[in-house]
C-alpha cells in the first residue's frame, strides 16, 4: 500500500504529479538493513488459558506472572483466582484495569495493587490484597476507606463516596519519599474543561450535581507507612493533576484536566530522588518536607517537552494532535537506547498504530529533544550508519491514523546491550523493532511475529533463568507466554538486583549505570514499578553484553541522609561494584554500617 501525494509536485511544461503514488521508501528513508538483522530474533508462544488482567510481574526468583505459578522451569500454569484470594479484582460491578505488584506491608511478600476504570458513582474502586504463604492473597478491606472524595457534598452515600475512584489506566510503585517503604502512584482521569470534553456529556464535567459519574477531581499519590496503611498526598505533592473544576486548594496542575495514560517512575536526573513521567509532565522530586511528603517540580516545559512538541508529528505524518485535545500518551518507558549513559523517553501515539506509533525524546541531562531520523553519523553503537536518511522506526507496514493499538515497552531482547522496542497490537498485529545500533527497523519474530493485543502492553522476564527475557503478552484473545529462542554465538548476559538495606524489594525507579570493558558504551538500566503501558516486568535487571570480562556497575540509590526540600540539591549514594557475564549480583541499598551500600557477587 503506498501513500498519495496531494500537493502540486509538478511545474510548468512538466507532466502533473499530483497523483503520484508514493512508497514507504519515499517517505521514511530506504530499509536500512535491507537483509534482515544480523540476528533472528525467535519467540515460541505458550498459551494461557483462562487468565484475566494485565501482565505484572512479581520480584520472587522464578519470577511469575500474577494468577500463575512457575514451575521452576519457566513453564507457567494459570491459577483458579477464586482459590488464590484474587477472583474479587474481576467481579462485576468493579470494572479492573490497571495492576501492579510490590512488598506493601513489609512482610517480604507480593502483594497486589489493582486499578479500575469506572464512572466514581459505581461500587468500584482500587483495592489491594495482601499476600499470604503458598501463593494465596486476602484483600485489605480497609484499603482507602479513609479517604473521601473532597468534592462530594456533605451526607454523600458512603458506597459511592470512599475509597480511590474514577478512570485509572495504569499503576505506579516506587518510594517516592525515601524511607523504604513502597508508596502508590494512582493517575486518573480527572474533570475535564468544556473545552476538551469532546463528549458533550455533562457526566465528564462538574456542571451536574456530584459525584462526576466518569471523572476524578485528582490523581493520587498514595504514602506508605510501611505495613501497607497509605494516605493520600497528591495535591501537597503537587502531582495530583487537579483541574480549576475541581475546586480543590493549590495551584492546578491541570486547569484544564488531564487524562493520564502510561506512567513510569524514575530517577531521571540520577541524584537519588525517584521522579515521574505521567501525563506530559516531567516531575522532578525536590526532597521531603517535614510531614515526610515529596514535593515535585514539573520540568516538562523547560526541559523541552513542550504542549507544541507533544502534540507535533513528524513531517510525514501531518497529524498534529489540535488544541481543543488532550496529548494522551498510550505507554510511557525510559530507555538508553543508544547506550549514551542518558535515559531517552520513548512514547506511543497510540491512533498511529503499532507500526509507526513509537516516538523517542533523548535526554542530555537538560533537554528533550525528538529524535526523528537514525543516527547519520558513527557513534559506540553505530558503526555503519545508514547511507541514506531514514527513519528512527522503520516499517514497511502502511500508515493508518485510525488504530486502536494500546502498550510500548522495551527490552534487549537478543543480549547485545542494547535495548528493542516493542508496540502491543491491534488489529494488525504487534511490531517487533529490533536495535541496530544506528535506530530501529521492524522485525519478524518468530510466533511473537504480528500479533493481534487486547488492552495492555507487553511484560519482560527471564521465566527459565537462561540468561535470554521472555515476553508475557495480554493478547486480543488470551493472554500467552513467548519463550525467547533467539540463537546467540553464547549467551552474555547477567542479573542485577537492587535491594533496600535488609534486602527489601523496594527501589522501584532506581538507576544503575554498566560501563563494559573496552568500549564508549554505557549501558543504563531502571528497575520497574510499572511501565510502557498497564504491564509491569520483573524485578532484577537482566543486562545483555557482547563483552566478556568484568563491567564495573554503578547503582544510584538514596544517600542516607535524608534530600529535605527547600535544601541542597539531593546528592546520590553510589554504589559501584564489578561483574561478569554469567553471575548474579545482589545489591544493598546505604546502611550506618556502609554508607555507599553493599554488592554480593555470586556465579
Not at 514451575?71 to 490497571?98: F, K
Amino acid at each position: 500500500m503506498g501513500l498519495l501525494c496531494l500537493a502540486g509536485c509538478g511545474g510548468p511544461g512538466q507532466p502533473s504529479t499530483q497523483h503520484k503514488t508514493l512508497t514507504i521508501e519515499d517517505v521514511l528513508g530506504p530499509n536500512p538493513l535491507p537483509y534482515g538483522p544480523p540476528v533472528r530474533l525467535q519467540f515460541v508462544r505458550h498459551p494461557l488459558t483462562g487468565l484475566s488482567g494485565p501482565a505484572a510481574v512479581t520480584f520472587d526468583s522464578p519470577p511469575y506472572l500474577i494468577g500463575t505459578a512457575n514451575d521452576g522451569s519457566g513453564q507457567l500454569s494459570v491459577l483458579n483466582l477464586s482459590y488464590v484470594g484474587l477472583e474479587p479484582i474481576y467481579t462485576p460491578p468493579r470494572v479492573a484495569y490497571g495492576l501492579a505488584t510490590a512488598d506493601l506491608n513489609g512482610d517480604g511478600i507480593p502483594d497486589v495493587i489493582s486499578g479500575v476504570y469506572s464512572p466514581t458513582n459505581v461500587d468500584s474502586t482500587t483495592a489491594v490484597y495482601f499476600g499470604q504463604p503458598a501463593s494465596l492473597f486476602q484483600a485489605d478491606l480497609d484499603f482507602g476507606m479513609n479517604y473521601t472524595d473532597p468534592d462530594l457534598p456533605p451526607g454523600t452515600d458512603a458506597a459511592v463516596s470512599t475509597g480511590f475512584r474514577g478512570r485509572t489506566e495504569t499503576l505506579v510503585v516506587a518510594d517516592f519519599n525515601n524511607d523504604g517503604a513502597v508508596d502508590v502512584f494512582v493517575p486518573t482521569y480527572t474533570y475535564l474543561d468544556r473545552r476538551y470534553d469532546l463528549s458533550g456529556s455533562d457526566q465528564f464535567v462538574t456542571s451536574g450535581p456530584p459525584p462526576n459519574v466518569f471523572n476524578a477531581p485528582q490523581s493520587y499519590l498514595l504514602l506508605n507507612d510501611g505495613t501497607g496503611h497509605f494516605t493520600e498526598a497528591a495535591v501537597t505533592a503537587g502531582v495530583s493533576m487537579h483541574s480549576a473544576l475541581s475546586g480543590l486548594p493549590g495551584p492546578y496542575t491541570d486547569p484544564n484536566g488531564n487524562q493520564p495514560e502510561g506512567a513510569e517512575a524514575v530517577d531521571i536526573n540520577m541524584d537519588g530522588l525517584i521522579d515521574l513521567y505521567v501525563g506530559g509532565h516531567m516531575f522532578i522530586n525536590r526532597g521531603v518536607d517535614a510531614n515526610g511528603i515529596p514535593h515535585f517540580e514539573d520540568m516538562a516545559a523547560q526541559w523541552g517537552l513542550t504542549q507544541t512538541v507533544l502534540r507535533a508529528s513528524p513531517t510525514w505524518a501531518n497529524d498534529v494532535i489540535p488544541d481543543y485535545k488532550l496529548v494522551t500518551d498510550e505507554g510511557a518507558k525510559f530507555i538508553d537506547w543508544d547506550n549514551s549513559g542518558h535515559l531517552s523517553l520513548l512514547l506511543f501515539r497510540w491512533n498511529w498504530g503499532p507500526a509507526h506509533g513509537a516516538r523517542l525524546f533523548e535526554f542530555d541531562g537538560a533537554h528533550f529533544a525528538e529524535r526523528i531520523y537514525a543516527q547519520s553519523s558513527v557513534t559506540p553503537t553505530c558503526a555503519h550508519p545508514p547511507q541514506q536518511r531514514t527513519a528512527l522506526f522503520w516499517s514497511a507496514r502502511p500508515f493508518d491514523y485510525g488504530s486502536l493499538a494500546a502498550g510500548i515497552n522495551a527490552y534487549d531482547l537478543n543480549a547485545d546491550g542494547l535495548e528493542e522496542v516493542l508496540v502491543s497490537g491491534d488489529s494488525t498485529g504487534s511490531a517487533v523493532f529490533y536495535n541496530y545500533g544506528c535506530g530501529f527497523v521492524e522485525v519478524s519474530a518468530g510466533d511473537l511475529t504480528m500479533v493481534p493485543g487486547g488492552n495492555g502492553g507487553m511484560a519482560f522476564a527471564d521465566l527459565d533463568q537462561d540468561g535470554n527475557v521472555d515476553i508475557i503478552y495480554p493478547e486480543a484473545v488470551e493472554r500467552a507466554y513467548y519463550d525467547n529462542r533467539t540463537a546467540l554465538v553464547g549467551v552474555h548476559s547477567f542479573t542485577v538486583e537492587v535491594l533496600g538495606a535488609n534486602g527489601e524489594h523496594n527501589q522501584y525507579g532506581r538507576v544503575l549505570q554498566v560501563f563494559p570493558p573496552r568500549s564508549r558504551r554505557i549501558f543504563t538500566r531502571v528497575v520497574d514499578g510499572g511501565s510502557g503501558y498497564l504491564s509491569q516486568s520483573q524485578y532484577p535487571i537482566l543486562i545483555g553484553t557482547p563483552f566478556s570480562g568484568p563491567h564495573r556497575v554503578k547503582v544510584y540509590y538514596a544517600p542516607l541522609a535524608p534530600c529535605t526540600y527547600g535544601g541542597p540539591p539531593c546528592q546520590p549514594a553510589v554504589l559501584t561494584f564489578w561483574i561478569s557475564p554469567g553471575q548474579t549480583a545482589r545489591t544493598y541499598a546505604p546502611s550506618p554500617a556502609h554508607p555507599q551500600g553493599t554488592a554480593v557477587v555470586s556465579p
